[in-house]
């Protein structure tokens, strides 16, 4: 009989396929990093507990182009400073990618709020202008011209929080408590220029980051950088304190109460 290619994998290959994964070169990105001080408030009433606000209510919105072999990626997210456990990190709000493959491991194994959308990031000479958008809407966008050089920063680390679960069967919240993620990122760089410019804010009933909005610009630059991460399922949380903030994930909340119409397939 020829395979049937939805069988059952073998144990050699599902190692080989580990093997592969884990010896991944590194993978450099071109992108835009803009980061600044927004409103308190805003900042606090986006955080699910036990996630708390950091001493400055910082936004950092990072746009890239990623040189992955066979297809480039475009990936961005835009994310708020959080705190947990004395660990200082970063949690995204939306993460929009421009290929599907991008989309599957980072929200089925990290819990990443990731969503297809558009990426740009474009460069004529000194000239820069970079956007996330979804659903026609260019909801941030950022121009401007590059400054000059920056020194580069040594190698770092950096923590995103995020939450992984999975809607409950019957609607009524999930089918287990949820899982707050500590991703650590290890981030090199290996070119680094300040940019003068802004940062433009747009109204999107999808990615309302306007509630977030600018009030001083603390960062904004143009680099190539490479990444790799780690994550780590640090505590279960409250299911009926993360329920109030599930509508972050999606475009339509309702959605996850979609079922098939009885007697489909």
């Known amino acids: 009989m020829a395979r049937v290619r939805y069988g059952a994998r073998s144990e050699a290959e599902i190692a080989a396929a580990r093997t592969a994964s884990s010896k991944l070169p590194d993978i450099w990105s071109t992108g835009v990093v803009a980061v600044w001080e927004s409103d308190p408030d805003a900042v ?41 456990g004395g660990v200082e990190g970063w949690y995204p709000l939306v993460m929009p990618m421009t290929h599907e493959r991008a989309l599957i491991g980072g929200r089925e194994v990290f819990g990443e709020p990731k969503k297809l959308g558009e990426v740009t ?3 004529d000479g000194l000239v820069v202008r970079a956007a996330l958008a979804r659903h026609g809407i260019a ?6 011209a590059v400054s000059g050089d ?10 995103d929080f995020y939450f992984k679960f999975l809607p409950a069967v019957d609607g009524s919240g999930f089918d287990a408590d949820p899982v707050l993620v ?21 109204e999107s009933m999808y990615d309302p980051v306007a509630d977030l909005p600018v009030r001083a610009l603390v960062e904004l630059t143009i680099g190539e950088k490479t990444t790799d991460q780690k994550g780590k399922a640090v505590e279960r949380v409250s299911a009926q304190a993360l329920l109030p903030y599930i509508h972050q ?16 397939v």
């Open 44 to 84: 606090a009433a986006v955080l699910p507990p036990p996630l708390k606000p950091t001493a400055r209510p910082l936004v950092r919105a990072n746009i890239s182009k990623v040189d992955l072999p066979g297809y480039p990626l475009g990936a961005g997210s835009v994310a708020v400073a959080a705190e947990h």
């Open 121 to 123: 990031v474009e460069r």
């Open 139 to 144: 909801f941030v966008e950022v121009r401007g």
């Open 150 to 159: 920056l020194p580069l920063p040594e190698p770092a680390q950096k923590t």
């Open 182 to 202: 500590h991703c650590v990122r290890g981030e090199k760089v290996r070119k680094l220029e300040a940019v003068t410019g802004d940062v433009v804010l747009r």
């Open 249 to 264: 994930r999606y475009d339509d909340p309702q959605q996850i109460l979609d079922g098939p119409p009885e007697g489909s």
